[in-house]
């Protein structure tokens, strides 16, 4: 059975400090991995890979894939006040044109002032 | 209004009933996802459509839950003989290649009382 399990489940910090946010799966027929912000309603889109290596940077966000180990780790420097959200890891998988995304749990992160 | 809509936004219902809820994708999309979120997880599966073709439902999907989406433009998600357990934030999200592509809507929040 297909599965994304992320790590820690929830963290609190103070504004200014660095968090970095774990994702692995297991699953069979891996198109992406994609990381999502969830503020109260619906999942808003950060990042997709797909392949190894490769950093993605947004801002003061960044992510990377190990697609040999199964992980993806998901960073934010500099944290703000506005940074407080579930942070969403979503595996995509299928085949041909059929495919889905499979969620980890999410991680609740809350930035203090 | 380019977004994927959902409706009603809340769902107040006793035990036993039925309950039937709305989801307009944008109107590009042929692909349209139906995902269940209860406090403290992330989406879970539960059917997906291509056009109007139904093609997985999740095994977890219990014989009361229905959905259709006739001329692969809304679709609807019934559950019948509500439970307890069924409440949770139900999403809709549509997208037309995947990877990036997913879009969220706002979700209904159902309570069964």
């Known amino acids: 059975e297909d599965k994304v399990v992320q790590s820690p489940l929830s963290l609190v910090v103070h504004e200014g400090d660095t968090v970095t946010l774990n994702c692995s799966y297991e699953?069979?027929?891996?198109?992406?991995l994609l990381w999502y912000k969830q503020e109260k309603k619906a999942p808003t889109f950060l990042f997709m890979l797909?392949?190894?290596?490769i950093e993605k940077k947004s801002g003061r966000l960044s992510s990377i894939l190990d697609k040999k180990e199964l992980f993806s780790i998901l960073n934010i420097t500099a944290t703000q006040t506005g940074d407080s959200a579930v942070y969403l890891c979503a595996v995509e998988v299928g085949e041909d044109s059929s495919y889905k995304l499979i969620f980890g749990s999410g991680t609740r992160l809350l930035v203090r002032p | 209004d380019t977004g994927v809509s959902q409706d009603p936004r809340h769902k107040i219902t006793k035990r036993g009933q039925n309950v039937t809820f709305r989801c307009d994708p944008i109107s590009e999309h042929n692909r349209l996802y139906w995902y269940r979120q209860t406090l403290g997880q992330g989406p879970e599966f539960l059917t997906y459509?291509?056009?109007?073709?139904?093609?997985?439902k999740s095994r977890l999907l219990s014989d009361r839950f229905s959905a259709e989406r006739p001329k692969g433009s809304f679709s609807t998600l019934e559950i019948q003989r509500t439970e307890q357990g069924d409440s949770a934030m139900y999403l809709c999200a549509s997208s037309w290649l995947g990877g990036r592509g997913y879009t969220f809507g706002s979700g209904t929040r159902l309570t069964v009382v």
């Open positions: 699953v069979t027929n891996f198109r992406s």
């Open positions: 797909t392949s190894s290596g």
């Open positions: 459509f291509q056009n109007e073709a139904q093609l997985e």
